[in-house]
């Protein structure tokens, strides 16, 4: 498939932070407030069609620990509910 491989081998990089206070993690309790960083480096999605030309993708994104899935926005409550009602579970 030339048209949506880079080449013959996927090679992707991604890196993983957490961060939480020692303090909550010295504590008992079964879970802590805590953030998170992920950042990613691909190549081109085979949906994209590039082939072999040069280039790839950089994601990023930090996150936060909700404290229930009442806090989840109200606008992404409502899309999972009409589109992935599993998903409000975990």
Known sequence: YPLHSAGD???ALELFQFFADRA???G????VPATMSW???SPWLPWMAQGQRLGGLTFHCRGRKLGSYEEV???TRAYIAAHHP???HA
């Open 86 to 88: 599993e998903f409000a």
């Open 9 to 11: 081998t996927y090679k």
């Open 28 to 31: 008992s309790a079964p879970g």
């Open 39 to 41: 950042s990613r480096m």
């Open 73 to 75: 926005p109200g606008r």
């Open 24 to 26: 909550d993690l010295e």
